[in-house]
């Protein structure tokens, strides 16, 4: 677990840090049922990177970036406050997607990686687990590939069942990286990666991550870094055999493609032509990222690297973005039917 997690509180982990709460009356409330950007928060990683081009012109770190977060309690908004006064002024926006075992936040975390280094090998507590040790989410989540320069790899599961004491004397003695099933990632993969899933991200990738709102990490194994381990956490929640899941793109219409689905969150690949069309009063929130081209949306520029929410109960959206790409993702029992993409 990340030492900062210990002995917090749900809400003490998503706002610590943050700014006093807004009043109500201090929220914009005009755009109520218009998008919304959520601005970048930039998180120092020593896999990461220095510039994170293509996204974010100009920016040039002193430190490496390796995660830039989006669905955050302290992601500034466009609406003029942080996302988590936003949603407390507001809770109406999450819709029935919101999780009343955690009401101040976002139920989904929306993150870029960048990395030139292998992440740790790494493993994530499922929510009972979560809930009875730190009073949080667990975290399932899925990466849809970006980009991938050699040797862009990744690891998800194990090439052969293990017992819990083979996986923490390999953990301890290093073998737990050759035991690892690695596998070769292209630009338009995706990867789904429940809880319980031992996993590393190798160098050179670009990721989109959806997860669980939640920042529990138990590090098995760190190449020698000089970082916290987590065995006898990560030991325990570990699933001890080969990674089960895989995912396929289908195709909903044109230029819609469904990526990943679970209890948690559908992911969805859009590509217009011309345009995206988002009818009114979707009973849940949606977000939407742009990885690739340019567009407006609500008479605003939208570029690659970007990160909106669309609140419940919206009003009618218009996204005028030929060429573009764009991951969609939201919670519900089916593909959203108010979504058009020409």
Known sequence: ???????????????????????????????????????P???????????????????????????????????????????????????????????????????LLVKLLFTTERLSVRVHPDDEYARQRHNSLGKTEAWYVIDSQAPGEIAVGFREKLTPERLRSAA??????????????????????????????????????IQENSDVTYRLYDYGRDRELHLDDGVQVSSLGPHQYSAQAVALTQGREELAVSEYFRIERLRPSRSMHIGAGTPYYL????????????????????CWMVPADNSEIVIDAPGSTWIATYTAPEPLGGLRVD
């Open 1 to 39: 677990m990340n030492s900062t997690l210990a002995g917090k509180t749900a809400s003490e982990v998503f706002q610590t840090g943050g700014p006093e709460v807004l009043l109500s009356s201090q929220i914009p409330t005009s755009g109520g049922k218009r998008p919304f950007r959520l601005l």
């Open 287 to 306: 977000l939407l990222i742009c990885v690739a081209g340019t567009g407006m949306m609500d008479a605003q520029a939208v570029e690659a690297g970007q």
């Open 172 to 209: 301890n003695s290093g073998e737990i990286e050759s035991l690892l099933e690695w596998r070769k990632v292209k630009a338009g993969d995706v990867v789904f990666v429940p809880a319980g899933t031992v996993h590393a991200i190798g160098a050179g990738l670009i990721i989109c991550e």
């Open 41 to 107: 928060i930039f998180r120092d990683r020593i896999w990461g990177r220095t510039s994170l081009a293509p996204f974010f012109p100009g920016t040039l770190r002193k430190n490496p970036v390796g995660e830039v977060w989006f669905t955050f309690n302290d992601n500034e908004t466009s609406e003029g406050g942080h996302l988590g006064e936003v949603l407390a002024a507001r809770p109406d926006i999450l819709g029935s997607a919101a999780d009343s075992r955690h009401p101040g936040i976002c139920p």
